[in-house]
C-alpha cells in the first residue's frame, strides 16, 4: 500500500514516528508534498531521510500571494530533485480566497509548465473553482498526467475521467453523508485509481477524532474495496500499480 499524498511535515506526530508507523502498517511508499518554500524544502529533506518517502514540489493556491518569476525560478530548481516525483499540489482555490485569484492563476499556470518541462505529474487542488480549475487543465496541461487530489467533484467524474485524469479519494470519501463521492468510488476504473490520507487532515470515519496519519490510508482502501465489491488486496495492488507508474518508484 502507499499513501499517494500526505503533508509529512505538519504531524501530527514527528516524521520519524509517522514513516515508522506506516511502515509498520505495510506502506511501502509515501508521496509528501511541498506547499511553501519551507515545507518544499522539508519534503525534500524528508526523502534524504526516509528511503520509501517521496516528494512533490509546488505552490498551493492558498500560498500564492504574490507569486512571481523568482517563485517559478525556486520551482524549477527544486522539481530537478531526484526525488522530486510529482509538481503541486496547485489549482485553484476560491472558497476562502486566502490568496488573489489573479496570483492564484499565475502560479497554477506557471507549475503547469514546470510539470511540462519536467516531465512529472500534475497534482491539483481545487475547492470552489471547478469550471476554472477544469477548464485551465483541459486547455493548458494537455498530455500530461493530472491527479485530481483528494477528488471533490464527484458530478463532474466522466468528464475528469475522459480527459484522461487520475482520481484520488482521501478519508472523507469514508464519511456517512459523503454518498456522492463513495459512488464515484465505485464508478472510477481501477487503473485510475488512487487513495490517500491528505494527513493530517481528513481522517477516515472509523478514527474520525484523530489526526490523521499515512498509516491510516489503509482504511480508506479498505472502504472503496467493499463499496466495490472486490478484495482488499486486488485494490492494493492497483492503486500500488497506479502509483508507480504515475511516480516512478
Partial sequence: MNDSHTHLDRGPAPEAELVAEAREAGLTRILTIGMDAESCAGALAATETYPEVFAAIGRHPNEATGYDQ??????RELAAHPNCRAIGETGLDYYRDYAPREDQEK????????????????????????????????????????????????DRLEECLDHGWWISFAGNVTYP?????????????LDRLLVETDAPYLTPQVLRKE??????????????????????????????????ALFGW
Fill in 211 to 244: 489526526r490523521n496519519r499515512p498509516a491510516y490510508v489503509a482504511h480508506t482502501a479498505r472502504f472503496i474495496a467493499e463499496r466495490r465489491g472486490i478484495a482488499y488486496a486486488e485494490l492494493e495492488a492497483a492503486v500500488d500499480a497506479n502509483a508507480a
Fill in 177 to 189: 453523508k459523503a454518498t456522492d463521492l463513495a459512488d464515484a468510488a465505485e464508478r472510477v476504473p
Fill in 70 to 75: 523568482a517563485v517559478t525560478e525556486q520551482l
Fill in 107 to 154: 502560479a497554477f499556470a506557471a507549475q503547469i509548465g514546470i510539470a511540462r518541462e519536467h516531465g512529472k505529474p500534475l497534482i491539483i487542488h481545487t475547492r470552489a473553482a471547478e469550471d476554472d480549475t477544469i477548464a485551465a487543465l483541459a486547455r493548458d496541461a494537455r498530455g500530461l498526467h493530472v491527479v485530481l487530489h483528494c477528488f471533490s467533484m464527484p
